[in-house]
């Protein structure tokens, strides 16, 4: 059976406009910018402003995929939100970005795969279409993380930023698109990063506010020795599928987390390091939204082109995993 192409016909991207720089972490923790850039890379990250929520960051990067796929909400058969900060827990973020964007009888739905949530959401969407269950799908990857980061934890607090990127996802020309997709989870019930209260398992009460449980917790050298390994292996599993080789990339996009975690990764692939797209420096870890931002940046910047192969590759709390090649539509 022969399946259509499908592939991202729009991308857009958005980022809060208050810029938060590891100067300004100086005056709040025992840090320094030093410590920050050489340890992760980052040297700032975008803070939503007070009146802003998950689903305002998605409906900024929403409008711009829709334009430059030149559709409007109407053309919508599903949107679909990955996020690991929703604007409520009960009442999906997809569902107040269909309303304020002003769709009716939309289907929509979140999904959270932490920071593969992007990679996660293509991959749901890109199944859909090929299987005829619906034509265009509009996936956002955002968050708003600096609501959940600890501000006295600097073993935390400094990676994060917000942001959002949103694709709309449809039929494209033959040969475009999705090539392949790859994903996995290790799903042990461990402490490398979660969330620990505010859940079913631990309500939040005085005594998980008191202990900061309410918090986004972190063993950094876990995550750090997980990540070396899963973006590199998801990376080769989704090649292997599309039956290209690493050196036909003419770009990849990897979640941005560290720029020591995507050294490492790139040596593993043997892969030069400068097709390995980071922007990470300015926006720091913004988990679902991290690698469509990344995408988005490029392109804005031409550095993408109609017919290029890319990757799109990624890891995060879960733990998940997941990787995506693709010939890129425009
Ligand atoms: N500023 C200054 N010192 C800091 C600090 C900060 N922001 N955060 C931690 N430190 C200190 C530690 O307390 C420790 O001090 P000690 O030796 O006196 O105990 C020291 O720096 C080294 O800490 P360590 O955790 O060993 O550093 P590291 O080299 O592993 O780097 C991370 C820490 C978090 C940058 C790194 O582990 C990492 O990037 N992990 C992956 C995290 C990630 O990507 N998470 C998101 C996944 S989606």
Known sequence: MEFKSVGIKGLGYYVPEKVMTNFDFEKIIDTSDEWIRTRTGIEERRFAAVDQATSDLCVEAAKKALDRANMTVEDLDLILVATCTPDYLVQATACLVQHKLGGKNIPCFD?????????????????????????????????????????????????????????????????????????????????????????????????????????????????????VHALPNATKNALNTADVSANDLTMIFPHQANVRIIESAAKRIHVPIEKFYMNLQKFGNTSSASVGLALGEALEKGLVKKGDLIALTGFGAGLTYGSIIMRWTY
């Open 111 to 227: 999904l959270n795969a932490a920071c593969s949530g992007f990679i996660y959401g293509l991959t749901v969407a890109n199944g859909m279409i090929k299987g005829g269950v619906y034509k265009n799908i509009l996936v956002i990857g955002a968050e708003t993380l600096s609501r959940i980061i600890d501000m006295q934890d600097r073993n935390t607090c400094i990676l994060f930023g917000d942001g959002a990127a949103a694709a709309v996802v449809g039929e494209v020309e033959e040969g475009y698109g999705i090539l392949s997709t790859y994903l996995g989870a290790e799903g042990e019930d461990d402490d490398i990063l979660r969330t620990p209260a505010g859940g079913t398992k631990k309500p939040n009460d005085a005594q998980t506010i008191e202990n900061r449980e309410n918090f986004v917790k972190m063993k950094g050298q876990d995550v750090f020795k997980f990540a």
